[in-house]
């Protein structure tokens, strides 16, 4: 077959015309490759074949006012593994099983990790105790996967002691992925997170920034390089936390409360509003929740009758008992029922008859004929029920819930009960019935029983402003922003008064035995009726020294049959406190 030459020209010509497109769109593309998208694909490389292993930045450290360490970091070791897929994971972990103690449920919460954040080295042991560290070493040609690193762990140096406000870190949950608040600070699965107390109060303050560093994989995400493939990016951690914390003082309650005390503490500087102490007894040890806490040591807990997971210094709800009268007693004062030289019509001769029931007096030989200053002193309950019923029932309620006794106190610290208090007619209406209500109501609020249960905190709260000027101060752990609120609208003579029968309460009263030789204090003792007809509760809320107090002190003693237990306790971290000021004051500046 012959081909005519013009023919054989034309192929030719679209044969070159099909080349020459090829050839520029080859090049085109390898332009585009090479120049344009350079970085991309070098980057998409890098990305194939090296991986981020997260370095946990370590959390800020806490100190208390001294400048005393309540929480830190130690060096620690966290073991992680880089798989690709879930089903290479579940056999590598079945094969670590063989090695190491790993449950299923442990298992499990490693798959979880890596469902949640599958471009991350899933977290096997967060805090890796050193024994399991070193059985890893020796296999770690089996797991090409396996990462060991030196990673920060939290740690208190007086774990048992703080507790009750120190909270700990814990890996972050499932659920709390989910919150935004998480998702919006870029928490990722197995990294460590406040729990309770100020960890979780200042988990943003606290938290570290996490750094990175690069090892280089095969194709099957086997680790083939470690050190050297890339730059680490150091992780950081943020500035130290500072607190308002004496951790003498709370170490000395640790030590006062032993195993042998129930019950809480609080101390607080009335003028500002620092929390100086806050302990809750019996306590646990955090340092035993960090990387997990075992179950049997958290069942041990919860199956403790004595509830130590309670804070029973923010959380614990108990009448409180004649440490009220000084509430019924300011707002007698302040309707103008009364003066602090006031007489009852009734002498107290150990009990009164009031409606249908006979309301007796803790002192069953009665205090006779006393004023206002010697009920306080003497803790008259048959003068404060007829100053109760003097103020009527919507006065009584009207004027705590005035003086807060309704509310939360406002403390930097999460998981705070509202304290338990009628806010007004409404409330005994819903409970009772517009009939099912009457004097007898009145009787048992105004000596601190009936409808009124308050926690420690607040009662101290309101025993900062007996011992300054009226005003409140509101416990702060962290915060120095001074917040103080009226609460007793009284003229300074009138306060003064209370003050004074205060001071007469331990000087010549029902806290007379926990005097203190050289120091000047005043408070009040509460016997509060227990719930389940058991031993009742001890009381003793009060400040020191009278002249220019510096402290406030709540203690609940949980079955402590009477407040002189509780007042003995109390004085003794008063004792403590400003002995170990006056000596620090007294240091110089050469020693």
């Known amino acids: 077959m012959s081909h005519q030459p013009n023919e054989v020209h034309k192929r030719a010509r679209i044969a070159r015309s099909i080349l020459t497109l090829a050839f520029v769109a080859l090049a085109s593309a390898f332009f585009r490759a090479q120049i344009l998208r350079s970085e991309e694909f070098a980057l998409q490389s890098e990305t194939n074949r090296l991986r981020v292993v997260p370095l946990p930045g370590a959390r800020a450290t806490i100190y208390d006012r001294h400048g005393e360490i309540i929480a830190e970091n130690l060096p620690g070791y966290s073991v992680s593994i880089l798989t690709p897929k879930e089903d290479s994971l579940r056999s590598a972990m079945r094969a670590l099983a063989r090695v ?24 096997i042991f967060s805090d890796a105790p050193f024994d399991v560290v070193s059985v890893l070493e020796e296999h770690r040609m089996d797991f090409p996967g396996l990462i060991i690193q030196s990673a920060p762990k939290r740690y208190y140096p007086d774990g048992p002691a703080v507790a009750a406000f120190v909270g700990y870190v814990s890996e972050i949950s499932q659920q709390d992925l989910l919150k935004e608040k998480f998702k919006e600070a870029g928490y990722k699965a197995g990294q460590q997170v406040g729990k309770a107390g100020l960890e979780l109060q ?21 680790v083939v390089r470690e050190a050297g493939v890339r730059p680490d990016i150091a992780p950081a951690a943020p500035p130290p936390l500072h607190t308002n914390i004496d951790l003498d003082l709370q170490r000395y309650a640790h030590s006062y409360f032993g195993d042998s005390l129930q019950g809480a503490m609080v101390a607080l500087d009335p003028n500002t509003g620092a929390v100086l102490a806050l302990y809750s007894a019996p306590t646990y040890d955090v340092n035993k929740f960090i990387g997990g806490v075992s179950n049997e040591y958290f069942n041990s807990l919860r199956a403790d009758k004595r509830n130590p997971l309670y804070n029973k210094a923010t959380q614990g709800i108990y009448p409180p008992a004649s440490t009220w009268k000084l509430a019924t007693a300011a707002i007698g004062l302040e309707k103008g029922i009364v003066t602090m030289d006031t007489h009852m019509p009734v002498p107290c001769r150990g009990g009164m008859q009031i409606g249908n029931r006979y309301y007796k007096c803790w002192d069953h030989d009665g205090h006779g004929d006393v004023s206002l200053t010697q009920a306080i002193a003497k803790s008259c309950d048959v003068y404060f029920y007829q100053l109760g019923l003097k103020l009527g029932l919507m006065d009584l309620v009207a004027g705590g819930v005035k003086l807060g006794f309704n509310q939360r106190t406002g403390i930097d610290l999460p998981g705070e009960f509202q304290s338990r208090f009628p806010d007004g007619k409404a409330y005994f209406d819903k409970k009772y019935g517009p009939r099912g209500w009457n004097n007898n109501f009145v009787a048992s609020m105004s000596i601190g029983q009936g409808d009124n249960a308050q926690t420690p905190l607040n009662m101290a709260k309101f025993y900062t402003a007996l011992a300054i000027d009226g005003k409140a101060s509101t416990p702060r752990i962290v915060d120095t922003t001074i917040i103080r609120t009226d609460a007793i609208t009284l003229s300074p003579e009138k306060l003064k008064g209370l003050q004074d029968a205060l001071g007469d309460v331990v000087s010549r009263g029902t806290a007379a035995g926990a005097q203190i030789k050289g120091l ?37 003693l949980e079955y402590g049959l009477h407040g002189t237990a509780a007042a003995k306790v109390a004085t003794k971290m008063m004792e403590r406190y400003l002995k170990a000021k006056l000596t620090l004051t007294s240091i110089t500046p050469d020693g």
């Open 520 to 556: 000047t204090i005043a408070g009040k003792t509460g016997t509060a009726q227990n719930s389940d007809a058991s031993r009742d509760h001890a009381w003793f809320v009060g400040y020191a020294p009278v002249e220019q107090p510096k402290i406030v002190v709540a203690v609940l």
């Open 202 to 222: 200042y988990e943003t303050r606290l938290r570290g920034t996490e750094g990175a560093r690069f090892v280089e994989v095969d194709a099957r995400n086997r």
């Open 100 to 123: 190491v103690n790993l449950d299923s449920a442990q298992q499990e919460r490693v798959v979880r990790r890596f469902r949640d954040a599958p471009t991350r080295p899933a977290v």
